[in-house]
DNA sequence: CTGAAAGCGCTTACAG
DNA sequence: CTGAAAGCGCTTACAG
């Protein structure tokens, strides 16, 4: 039951299977130089021993750890968050399949002034690193753009910088989720909007709003755009900001789901009815989306396989198969039951 | 702006400082051996050259690597779920403070069977694990209980075997929830649980739920106790079931908050208002059971809470300041509209 | 097909 | 107060 203390080490496998430290480490890396036998005595012994090389050892003489690290950035209980949540859970499952481990890590401001950015790879910690919410402020991602340390943003993008990234197209989506709030015939949209300005593909959803709107012939409005910081409770404030403003508002566009929970708790507050007093549309998909009441209509993003891509592309970024991975997911809208298109549930969406 | 190729090492420290690899070392250790002139000096080559030691190296000489592994079971997005979201960035966060890195890793199968939780120690990548979510069937946790391998349960506990562990006093939890239930007059109370016989928690709550009950002079009925698996869709089939089998129930009590927002949408698509109709409570409080339309009365834990507590202990059994830990966290019940105890929103709650 | 030796980049007794 | 040397546990040319 309890192994003795000291593990094993190769040395202990290369004597007790009678040959050289060199032949054992060559099965162990399926040399196939070893002849088929005392390689099949090898293995014996390894397996009799129940031997586990040291991966720090391996590490060491590798000069890689097969090990990529998830950064985030600096928020209340980030790793709750479920937008985040769910691309970790596809970054971690494709990586295990790879055979690769995932290492946490948050873009605090010791990470950036010491320059652990550069420091992980370095130390030779990971091979890699994959940055899901990046904003403007996190200049030094500058710093990774050479190539000569893997890394990638994740279902977001750079216009200033050349840097790997795989992103849901946003543009698109919320343009369709606009599109579908003006066929619905809405004339006065509000906007909950979040880290415009900071964020390239919150940037991009304003701008494809604004587009879809002018396009149909409904003029901008600045007083109808207000900012929830992301979060639920910015939502409530930011809707119950924009009734003020704007008591004629018949439709929020939310430029994401926690914000659009919370505008819809708002609404709720304020005696109105979604979607018969104002109609509200999200964007990402969170799966409480679909439990929320009303069903939340969103534009829903496929953050876990978007995750799962990003750690694909990455693996093969480290083994120098692509230089530049710059890829755009397809993205649609869902329609359930907040944006008042759908009168019953299970009766598709008229998309008109 | 580009670095050369070759990182530095200790031997370039120590030869554009003319003193021995060893000196440099030992002034990375901060031994007070050494004098502060030539300390000085070598600091200031260090600071010069941007030398970063190796990590894999110094976890070779030191046999550690100041890393722990999160471990949860393998559910559908397990990464998502924010009820292991908040204990997670509880310990990420306190294990940040004291210079721990997170690795992550799934109980998958695999893990299992090749015994991966024994390698992750032996292959000398991590110093200790933290298991959130343990179940009965994860019987391999018997292998850890001799204290050789820093291992510790998050929120859990193991009536089984010998195991470290923090816990919020679910007994107590699910006691005053129920307890508060049958002063509001409540006599047919459904119970949506999920894990029952499975984790020891779910047990403890069902017990305790079962006792309040029956302190209260109602009798126990089998047909008012269903299973939602923890999720939302189970929460919502298994509000379904109750109410086709007990039409007189007046209200619910959920053993996660995820089952109990499923069951709250499941209500509502059968023309049935919560609270008034019925009221319902959860547990967890997690984020978004105050957002939830109505606002959830539910359990708090305080998870974030629990992980940095965990991380923290999980360190000083690592370093041998403690042999066991078993520690039981206060909870209480936060009531909100769910439960109809409360009228209007901002006051307080009659503990009657 | 196999082995001896140098090397990966540190740490830590042991001398002095 | 500082240095030479052995060691941590592997891998990988280089010989044979």
Known sequence: MNESKRRYTIKDIAEQSSVSLSTVSLVLNDNPRISQTTRARVLKTIERLGYQPNRMARALAWRHTRTLAILVPQLRHAFADVYFGEIVSGIYDRASGLGYKILLEVARNEFIDNKEYHQLYD?????????????????????????????????????????????????????????????????????????????????????????????????PDPNLIVDGWLTEEGGMKAAEELLRRN??????????????????????????????????????????????????????????????????????????????????????????????????????APTI
Chains 1, 2 share one sequence.
């Open 123 to 219: 130390q030779k910690f990971v091979d890699g690193m994959l940055f899901i919410g990046a904003n403007s402020r996190h200049r030094f991602v500058s710093e990774l753009t050479d190539g000569s340390r893997p890394f990638m943003l994740v279902n977001n993008y750079s216009k200033e910088f050349d840097l790997n990234y795989v992103v849901s197209n946003y543009r698109y989506g919320a343009w369709q989720a606009a599109q579908h709030l003006v066929r619905l015939g809405h004339k006065r949209i509000g906007f909950i909007g979040g880290g415009v300005g900071e964020i390239q593909t919150s940037q991009d959803i304003l701008d494809a709003f604004k587009e879809a709107i002018e396009d149909s012939g409904i003029g």
């Open 247 to 348: 008591p004629d508002v018949t439709a929020i566009f939310s430029l994401n789901d926690r914000m659009a929970l919370g505008a819809i708790k708002k609404l709720n507050e304020l005696g109105l009815r979604v979607p018969q007093d104002v109609a509200v549309v999200g964007f990402d998909d969170i799966p409480q989306a679909s439990f929320a009441i009303p069903g939340l209509t969103t534009v829903h993003q496929p953050l876990y396989e978007i995750g799962k891509l990003a750690c694909e592309r990455m693996v093969e970024l480290i083994h120098g198969k692509v230089s530049r991975v710059q890829e755009v997911m397809p993205i649609y809208l869902t329609v359930r039951e907040s944006c008042g298109a759908r009168l019953k549930d299970g009766v598709a």
